[in-house]
């Protein structure tokens, strides 16, 4: 089962190796909206998350003969989207881990849960959160990865993903239970 | 995972609210990317500057050489080719009607089991396959008169076969005719 999950679109995938410009606008009108919307995540800006979708999909079709389906097409996708989306974030000098400044101490019992909540006040309070925070709950809780994954994006170590994480959804409740 | 967690996770959908502008990022994908590999390999041989003279010299000879074969002998060829292609037509129209003629009787002939019909039909066949070798020796310009001699003699063993059957038939048929006098 799961190698028929890991050979999704494999025809077309296969065709847009040789190149096959319908199979490779095939493969981008199913990725599209997805990729954007985890670099919009990322980025907030809407020409920043296009332009890093764009490079995103140009490297992955020149580089597709080295796309050997270890992961499914739209994860290897996913993630050069991430990638390049944190390059970016670096480049413009907005953190993508939390600074020792930003870090909230919050009381250990501050965990009271909400059952049901308004995606959108979600959405929201991710935006009110800092930077750094933003994308570590972005990609535990929302893209899924976990966090040994998150610390090889991130470039640290995943106790210290693990440890962010919780602060930043402790932040997140908090957040969230004001709007 | 706790509930909150858990609640996202179930409703991680609902997080994808931007719509992308699909062409527009395509147009600018599509300008970036390679173009298809091509599935035959080019060596480029016109690159090396002895290649161009051999090829030169080649294409000079080759073309020297069709023009000197097609003045000097072209026209008697020509001639005789032409003369060569009249006779073999004149050799068709006269056997070819002949034959069709007596294989027609062959066919229509009561006596014969349909197995015989094919065996002897598949003679002709044979004779038809060395009737084109004999056309393309003529195109080759071989001697011409030795293979025309050849159709004509292609052409007659057909007639042969086709009449010494009827032969067998018509001598089977007069048999038949006395026994049924005698009886």
């Known amino acids: 089962m799961e190698t028929n999950i890991l050979y999704t679109h494999k025809s077309l995938v296969e065709k847009s190796k040789l190149g096959d410009r319908n199979a490779q606008y095939k493969l981008y009108e199913l990725y599209v909206d997805a990729m954007y919307n985890i670099s919009m995540r990322m980025m907030h800006i809407k020409e920043d998350a296009e332009d890093v979708v764009q490079d995103s999909f140009i490297e992955a079709f020149n580089n597709l003969s080295s796309f050997r389906y270890e992961s499914t097409f739209g994860s290897w996708l996913k993630r050069i989207v991430i990638n390049k989306s944190i390059n970016q974030l670096k480049k413009k000098k907005i953190p993508v881990v939390p600074i020792e400044d930003q870090m909230y101490h919050i009381k250990e019992d501050a965990e009271d849960i909400p059952s049901e909540i308004d995606i959108k006040n979600i959405i929201k309070g991710i935006r009110l959160l800092p930077s750094g925070y933003q994308q570590i709950i972005n990609l535990y809780l929302i893209e899924g990865y976990d966090h040994v994954e998150i610390s090889e994006i991130l470039e640290i170590s995943p106790s210290t993903s693990k440890s962010q994480y919780h602060r930043a959804k402790k932040k997140l409740i908090e957040i969230v239970k004001t709007l | ?183």
């Open chain 2, 1 to 183: 995972m706790d509930n909150f967690e858990k609640y996202i996770k179930e409703n991680k959908a609902l997080f994808d609210v931007h719509k992308a502008d699909k062409s527009k990022l395509w147009e600018n994908i599509e300008s970036g990317l390679n173009k298809p590999e091509s599935k035959t390999k080019t060596i480029k041989l016109w690159s090396n500057p002895l290649f161009k003279v051999a090829a030169t010299v080649i294409i000079a000879l080759g073309v020297f050489s069709i023009i000197n074969i097609s003045l000097v002998s072209g026209a008697n060829n020509s001639i005789q080719n032409n003369v060569a292609l009249q006779e073999l037509n004149d050799i068709n129209s006269h056997y070819k009607g002949l034959i069709a003629y007596q294989v027609k009787l062959v066919n229509k002939n009561t006596q014969l089991s349909p197995e015989e019909k094919k065996e002897f039909l598949s003679f002709m066949d044979e004779l038809d396959i060395e009737y084109e070798i004999l056309k393309e020796e003529l195109q080759k310009n071989v001697d011409t008169e030795r293979v025309l001699e050849a159709v004509v003699i292609n052409y007659k063993k057909r007639i042969e076969l086709i009449e010494n059957l009827l032969e067998q038939i018509n001598s089977s048929k007069k048999l038949d005719n006395d026994d049924a006098y005698t009886l």
